[in-house]
């Protein structure tokens, strides 16, 4: 008897490396899920803090004026492209997005992460609401269906923190200055721009 | 007695705004001249410094390691996906390219315009050779059945030269922080990555 159904174990990974305040990583969430059944990859979700990293470089996202004007007529004709809703513009820019980071680092193996995800980025670039306090995200995680205060407590405690804090080290180990970031392997993909050829770098992976 | 033959004067538009010592704009060059003909629309060449726009802005590319490190993968990655020569990183990064740049300017609506481009790219991004001496143009020229002295001669005029730096204030005028850059009318792309893009918008304008 052989199995011919295969596991999501073994489909090749694509580490998806984001955060909930950068634009370019709200497109590549609202875009991987459907992706990945497309080609058969799995995506592995990698949270991290994209301002202490930037910090360190003395860098600043959109601090040139001229850029910052222009990356929101690039967002307005992407989400069309996409078929999301269209572009507004947040209110505050970058956000910070601590706790569902938490949270996407406490249970990102869990079947309901990309919908989650989701539904944070949606909060941020579609309502333009805060996404970093429980009142926020807890409605989320009921929504879903899942114990909101239980999650939010675990992703509140210290190891979870001291693990987000780690995992940021990480990103700078791998050479990581932008999001969202893509691995196969050790070759690197910068950016929304870079997830098709991800994919199919991915997808022609040997198992 | 009607006319079927569509003139060049009668394509949409996409002004292509570059300059030599880019790598992305390398890429777009080697690709616009297929795509105009598959898209049937026609390119406008727009030479600019982008050296005194990134020094206003007290930017410089690749100043952050990490960026720079990943950019020489992209690159190697994004030749192979193009079909062009494998990559060889420039031992001179960014190159200056003013004289060429001078030529592109006295001589964009040429025939030759598309070859010669290809041609210097490849000196500083195949061959990495020295794009900014007469010495290195004159072979590009004579090679294309061209009057090199002349049109260097003409290059290096004054109301060329002053030309260059008017067009480099349009682009600053524009909101150019990059290279390349295209525009179809009003609506700005930036980077190669957004070629494909730009194609799309421009061929659906109407005439």
Redesign the interface.
């Known amino acids: 008897m052989s199995d011919l159904v295969v596991g999501p174990e073994c489909l090749p990974e694509i580490e998806f490396w984001f955060e909930f305040g950068s634009n370019y990583s709200y497109l590549s969430v609202m875009r991987i899920e459907e992706e990945a059944r497309k080609h058969n990859v799995q995506f592995v979700w990698k949270p991290f803090l994209l301002g202490p990293i930037l910090q360190s ?1 003395g ?1 600043h996202p959109f601090k ?1 004026e ?2 910052g ?2 990356v929101h ?2 967002m307005a ?1 992407l989400c069309r ?1 996409y078929g999301l809703s269209p572009w507004v513009k947040p209110s505050v820019f970058p956000r910070l997005g601590v706790l569902p980071l938490r949270v996407v680092l406490l249970a990102s193996d869990q079947p309901w992460m990309a919908a989650f995800c989701r539904k944070v980025m949606e909060l941020n670039f579609v309502h333009d609401q805060d996404i970093n306090q429980p009142g926020s995200i807890a409605p989320i995680l009921i929504e879903l269906g899942l114990p909101a205060e239980d999650i939010l407590n675990q992703a509140q405690s210290e190891p979870v923190k001291a693990g987000l804090r780690t995992q940021t080290e990480m990103a700078r180990d791998k ?4 999001a969202p970031t893509f691995f196969v392997g050790n ?2 993909f ?1 950016g929304n ?2 997830l098709d ?1 991800a994919l199919l770098f991915a997808s022609e992976q040997k198992m």
């Open positions: 470089f860098a040139q001229q850029k004007a222009y007529s690039d004709r492209k050479g990581i200055f932008g070759e690197m910068w721009d870079r050829d």
